[in-house]
């Protein structure tokens, strides 16, 4: 995807969320993010893509915020921010102790690659918050219909829970948990919206998966090293301190 196609996305991905449905996704999705962010810790926190010049750091603790711009119109002088691919970040390996991914998944032409380059700059124990479009909803239904017409957010690729959790095992993260927020249809009126605000209350209470958002949370696990090794010296403390294991020789050799 070249530089001109992205910003083009990222342009329409703006204006859409400076629409009304695009102001309400971001409600929920930040008063999700708000029992989430203050629990993770560290140094350094990055959000990857800036649709709108949205902050979705702001309930985080960690003091250090830097924000990965995917396109010229997010980048903005007041915040610590840099122009660069996700799948290409120009930062250390082991540096970032949190990354955030507001919708980028959706848009990616290589998701796998962009995951590991995600793994590389995370420090061990470090933690990924994705944000993305359940496909298992009402909002997964209206794609079906929506997506041949290009239109935002639907002119992107969703990718389901399920399949989202399988890539971060195949790397060694661990999925600490899921959170879902917007249960009513994505209806572009606001007075279609407020028409299904019950929708809501009994949604978050009756089908909590059926969520049109959703926020996980990924850890990333620490493989410690030689694990045959730590177990057979396990072993042989079991035996006794100064004691040595009869081989199977003798053991025959007795029975005789």
């Avoid at 995807?1 to 990222?10: A, D, E, L, P």
């Avoid at 660069?84 to 998944?105: G, K, R, T, W, Y």
């Avoid at 690659?113 to 061990?124: A, P």
């Avoid at 971060?168 to 407020?194: A, D, M, N, R």
Wanted: charged share 25%; aromatic share 12%.
């Amino acid at each position: 995807m070249g530089r001109r196609q992205i910003n083009k996305i990222r342009k329409q991905l703006a204006d859409w969320f400076a629409s009304e449905l695009g102001q309400q996704t971001l409600r929920f999705e930040k008063e999700k993010l708000e029992s989430v962010l203050p629990q993770l810790f560290g140094f350094h926190i990055l959000q990857v893509g800036f649709p709108n010049k949205t902050d979705y750091l702001c309930s985080s603790k960690i003091f250090h915020k830097s924000y990965l711009c995917l396109a010229e119109n997010e980048l903005d002088s007041s915040k610590d921010t840099f122009l660069a691919e996700a799948e290409n970040i120009p930062l250390a390996s082991d540096s970032i102790d949190v990354v955030v991914l507001p919708h980028v998944f959706e848009y990616s032409n290589n998701p796998h690659r962009l995951l590991r380059e995600l793994d590389r700059i995370l420090i061990d124990d470090g933690h990924l918050v994705i944000l993305g479009i359940n496909r298992f909803s009402l909002w997964g239904l209206w794609y079906v219909f929506l997506c041949w017409w290009n239109n935002m957010p639907w002119s992107g690729r969703l990718i389901s829970i399920p399949r989202m959790k399988d890539w971060l095992s195949l790397l060694g993260f661990e999925v600490k948990k899921v959170k879902y927020c917007f249960y009513s249809p994505p209806l572009k009126k606001p007075t279609w919206l407020k028409r299904c605000q019950p929708l809501e209350r009994f949604g978050a209470r009756c089908w909590p998966i059926l969520g049109g958002i959703y926020v996980i949370v990924g850890k990333k696990r620490v493989v410690p090293l030689n694990p045959i090794k730590m177990n057979w010296q396990k072993q042989k403390k079991l035996l006794g301190s100064g004691v040595a294991e009869p081989s199977t020789r003798q053991i025959l050799q007795r029975n005789d």
